[in-house]
């Protein structure tokens, strides 16, 4: 088989073209290249590297970037009128000039354009994908442009670096160089495009959350504004603070003023008690009167601007006249009181002086203590309107803020995202392709030799390989072990399939039934556990039907006598030997057998099928052995377990197992070495296999 499997591959690989392999790196920058966030070069795990790496292959694997590659290639091709040797072989040439008609190739073609020729290539696929000229050049295994073709470009990733090697086969070497050239320009540019799309969507995201935060940020602001341009606040804490200090002032000043106030009225009243006696003069002088109404009307004013105004030129002014005023009533009362005293003798001119002095101190006082009172509820007021003020001032301002932090987080944000989009652009032109694709001169070696070598040693392993799986894959019998390992029941010899022993052995079949028969009886004799001069009782049992055992008891009887042993041999069903219902309650060889069993040395028994028929269990217990025949080629199953655990139980000894039906290998576990046809390098390896280096047999001297 191996021969003519090599035969066959030699002859259909006659015609295989010759291949060319075209290569080509690319630098990555993955794991050591540097980006804006990161000017000391990225640092990534494991997992990230290898997930980067994975990411790259699939876009470059991918169907869209090989179709692209595809349909720019056949735009190259199309661009020139004949053959060239950097772009196209001849033979790669005619061939698409079969695929591809000549009003087709102008309908498509865009001179000196090959961007625009593509684009007419993608309509055109896209719109007659059910062509046949389609389907030529884009389904077409054998085409240069089939996606199936330009996928065989194998991605690998230099070990641990950041370079990736691209390699591509075919059998036109300007096609191997010009595919992996136009998949570099293709993958570079779709690298670009995914990663910056992906970045400029979020920036387009936070510009317009900025744009909005700032906008919130402007509406809080100008809200503030208006508020405090309605309420005329320049600055809350200043004029607070301006005044709380103008109020304490005031109430120390209010506060001085009522001492002064009670210290002047006290020493008013005290001077007219002591001029009690002079009081009408002094009521009725309405001279007098008119002036320190007028002088008091001047304090008043002298007060409210002191305390308001604070208006100096006008303050002296008002002070002038009042000394005036002052001095025309000292005189006046000089001039009428100055002989006059009072009733304690006292001059009443001195008293007058003190009387003017502390009524006019007295006026001051009133003057200023109204004008205080009415600054204090200006001031309680200014208060209660402070504070609603200074409540709504500090709501605007902690929106104000909320919205300021809420605008600067977003721009820096976005800020990130300008930094990763210029990253990414940097990193995306930093795919570099360090070596070029280049044109392949010589052909890769001939794949003719090793699919030969290779056809020999699949030719050749077949056979075995199917054995194998056979032996492995059949649950039958087979053997003497399995069927000790599967009944756990002694195994006392195998007999082969006669079939196999007339076509496959060089042996003579009748010496070789002897040597294993007597083999069988040597091991039933073993078994026999009877010591006196009764006959050998030997029950020969299956559990199935045709399962060989009329024909192995018949095997054995032949063999015994040959060897002057005499045997009874019972089958069912002949002479008096009826299998029915009646045999379970048989208890005697003679009610199944006119013979008399005592004359012979060997009786065999041959019970039906224990599974499908009733049988004796008295004479099964009674035989001196009992052997249980089984088919090779059976599968053993729990029904056979459950009857041979109840045979054994009626019966004072196991009974012993004999397979029938064997293959030639299996005898010879039992008889050693038979003689049959075999190849020599069959008989080469199976002595190898039992390190046996030597002939099996001296040669005769």
């Known amino acids: 088989m191996a021969f003519m499997l090599v035969l066959v591959v030699f002859f259909f690989t006659r015609d295989m073209p010759k291949e060319y392999q075209s290569e080509t790196e690319i630098f990555t920058g993955i794991t050591s290249g540097m980006s804006v966030d990161n000017m000391d070069g990225a640092k990534m795990d494991f997992f990230a590297a290898n997930n980067a790496f994975d ?8 169907r869209q970037t090989i179709e692209e590659v595809g349909m720019r290639l056949l735009a190259e091709h199309l661009m020139i009128d004949t053959p060239l040797v950097n772009l196209i072989s001849e033979d790669s040439w005619e061939q698409l000039n079969e ?32 062509t046949d000229e389609v389907g030529a050049l884009f389904n077409n295994s054998a085409s240069p442009y089939c996606y199936k073709s330009i996928d065989k470009v194998t991605v690998t990733r230099l070990q641990n670096s950041d370079l990736l090697r691209l390699s591509y ?88 003023e009522i001492a002064a106030k009670a210290s002047a009225e006290a020493a008013v009243t005290r001077l007219e008690v002591q001029l009690s ?18 002088l008091a009307d001047i304090n008043s004013e002298i007060a409210i601007l002191e305390v308001y105004l604070n208006d100096e030129k006008t303050l002296i002014e008002l002070r002038k006249k009042a000394d005036k005023i002052e001095a025309e009533m000292s005189r006046d009362l000089t001039n009428r009181m100055e002989y006059s005293r009072t009733t ?44 609603i003020i200074g409540s709504t001032i500090g709501k605007l301002e902690r929106e104000i803020t909320i919205k300021e932090k809420n605008y600067l987080e977003l721009l820096h944000s976005l800020n990130l995202a300008l930094m ?37 040693i699949i030719g050749f392993a077949i056979p075995y390989v199917w054995a194998l799986l056979k032996d492995l894959l059949d649950l039958s019998i087979k053997t003497g072990s399995r069927l000790e390992k599967v009944s756990k029941s002694k195994h006392i010899g195998s007999i082969p399939w006669q079939k196999l022993v007339d076509d496959k052995s060089l042996l003579d079949f009748d010496e070789f039934k002897s040597q294993y028969t007597r083999l069988i009886w040597s091991k039933i004799e073993a078994e026999n556990e009877n010591t006196s001069n009764k006959p050998i009782l030997v029950n020969w049992m299956s559990l199935h039907k045709q399962e060989g055992k009329s024909y192995t008891a018949e095997l054995l009887k032949s063999e015994l ?95 012993v197992a004999l397979l029938n039906g064997v293959d030639l290998d299996e005898m010879e576990t039992m008889v050693g070495d038979i003689l049959k046809e075999r190849s020599w390098i069959h008989k080469k390896l199976k002595g190898l296999l039992r390190f046996q280096f030597k002939p099996s047999a001296a040669s005769a001297s």
């Open 55 to 62: 990411n790259l292959i699939n876009i470059i694997q991918s």
């Open 99 to 130: 695929w591809i008609s000549e009003e087709k190739r102008k309908y498509l073609v865009v001179v000196n354009d090959t961007d625009s020729t593509y684009l007419n290539i993608l309509n055109w696929y896209k719109s007659e994908f059910h």
């Open 169 to 256: 086969t075919y059998t036109d070497p300007a096609v191997a160089q010009r595919t992996l050239v136009i998949l570099n320009e293709v993958f570079i540019r779709l690298v670009a495009d995914i990663k910056v799309s992906q970045t400029n969507d979020i920036v387009a995201y936070f510009r317009a959350q900025v744009d909005m935060a700032d906008a919130r940020l402007n509406a809080a602001e100008e809200k503030m504004k208006v508020f405090k341009t309605e309420n005329r606040v320049i600055n809350y804490g200043e004029q607070t603070k301006s005044i709380a200090m103008m109020k304490e002032y005031m109430e120390d000043e209010y506060q001085k």
């Open 277 to 294: 006696s002079n009081k009408e003069m002094l009521k009725y002088s309405e001279n007098l009167l008119l002036k320190r109404q007028e």
């Open 344 to 387: 304690e003798g006292v001059s009443v001119q001195k008293i007058l002086e003190q009387w003017l002095k502390y009524t006019l101190s007295l006026d001051r006082v009133e003057a200023r203590i109204k004008v205080y009172e009415e600054r204090k509820i200006y001031f309680n007021n200014t208060y209660d309107e402070f504070s």
């Open 420 to 456: 990763r989009l210029s990253s990414e652009t940097l990193s995306s032109d930093g795919l570099i392709v360090t070596v070029k694709p280049y044109f392949p001169l010589s052909p890769l070696p001939a794949k003719r030799l090793l699919l030969v070598m290779l056809s020999f």
């Open 561 to 655: 006598e040959k060897m002057g042993v005499t045997v009874l041999y019972l089958k069912p069903n002949e002479s008096t030997y009826v299998v029915n219902d009646a045999l379970n309650r048989v208890k005697e060889l003679t009610q199944i057998t006119d013979e008399a069993a005592g004359a012979y040395h060997v009786v065999i028994l041959e019970h039906p099928a224990l599974l499908e028929s009733p049988y004796s269990k008295t004479l099964a217990a009674q035989g001196s052995v009992n052997v249980l025949v089984n088919w090779a080629g059976r599968v053993w199953c729990a029904a056979d377990t459950r009857k041979l655990e109840d045979l054994n139980e009626v019966s004072d000894h196991k009974a």
